[in-house]
């Protein structure tokens, strides 16, 4: 294949990709199975009562005894658009702090939480998963580079030839088994 029609199905492919990645961000929030804050604003939590939800809030008083906090759920522009009373919390939860909850929603009210995650909204915790996944990104990359080589002419990847065991020709059978 030809160097040129390389690019122009690379650019092709990008574009593509580009595409997708933006009906999916586009499309995300109609197709998310559980209440946001911006449909409880639009219409209420009435036709989630009874079902299992996945809530997103700010918690705004913590009853430890009665292991109960309430939160409020907030939509894109900031106005709450719900304050609920969440039984059954076991973790350890601070006012002000973010919490996800995952639970049965009993009313407009109140919900039972099967499962509370606290979430650290630390600037640390940032720069950790960006440097992570650039660590990582190079890793990779590296193991890719080591085993494939580019060609800049042919802008193709080569395997690379291991001098150990090969004279940089073809394998014969015997050097296969052995």
């Given amino acids: ?52 939800v996945l809530l997103f809030g700010e918690v705004r008083s913590v009853d430890a005894e009665a292991e109960t906090i309430t939160i409020q759920v907030t939509d894109d522009s900031g106005e709450v658009a719900a304050e609920l009373e969440v039984r059954g919390v076991a ?44 660590v990582g990104l190079l890793l990779a990359v590296g193991y890719f580079l080591r085993h494939w080589r580019v060609t800049g002419r042919e802008l193709a990847f080569e395997p690379r030839v291991d001098p150990a065991t090969s004279d940089g020709g073809p394998k014969s059978e015997e050097n296969r088994r052995g």
């Fill in 91 to 134: 973790s350890d939860v601070k006012s002000g702090g973010d919490v996800q909850v995952y639970g049965l929603l009993e009313s407009e009210t109140e919900l039972a939480a099967d499962r509370t995650v606290v979430v650290n909204r630390d600037p640390s915790a940032t720069t950790y998963k960006l440097g992570a996944s650039v």
């Fill in 1 to 52: 294949m030809r160097p040129a029609t390389r690019v122009v199905v690379v650019a092709a492919l990008l574009l593509v990709l580009g595409g997708l990645c933006v009906h999916y961000g586009a499309t995300y929030d109609d197709n998310w199975p559980h209440p946001t804050g911006d449909r409880i604003q639009d219409a209420g939590l009435e036709q989630s009562v009874g079902d299992r």
